[in-house]
């Protein structure tokens, strides 16, 4: 499984501004952990023009397979995933699910959903989580 998004930090060398640093990091079957690459971006945030190049530097640099990647779901992410690495299934992580799904409701439910959702992403089997999200599409 490989993990990529970008954390906003403070940088620069004669004048500070938040720039992206790009982060791409790797799981394998034993739940082992690696860092793929951190990459600094230019100021003005995450763009899509920067994670366009990022697969194919990992496969470049010997990742000649991740079959599950996930992501944030940024416009131009997923297909150059999938063009890297074909047979890839591309996740929206949860940490992103959860914002965007709040844009389509009324701020006075945020908390009532966030404690759904979370109920069902923490969910021990998949059956729990079926039954949990068939409850919470209920209410």
Request: hydrophobic letters at 40%.
């Amino acid at each position: 499984m490989l993990l990529i998004d970008a954390i906003v930090v403070k940088a620069g060398d004669s004048q500070v501004a938040n720039r992206p640093v790009y982060v791409a990091i790797g799981v394998d079957l034993q739940g082992e952990r690696d860092v793929g690459g951190l990459w600094l971006g230019p100021t003005g945030g995450e763009g899509a023009t920067q994670w366009a190049a990022t697969p194919a530097e990992l496969r470049n640099r010997g990742l000649a397979d991740a079959p599950v990647v996930c992501c944030d779901g940024l416009r131009g992410l997923p297909p150059s995933i999938r063009a890297t690495w074909p047979q890839a299934t591309v996740q929206t992580c949860v940490v992103h699910m959860v914002p965007n799904s709040l844009r389509h409701a009324s701020k006075k439910h945020w908390g009532q959903i966030t404690k759904a959702k979370r109920e069902i992403c923490t969910s021990p089997t998949v059956e729990a989580a079926e039954a949990r999200f068939e409850s919470f599409a209920d209410d």
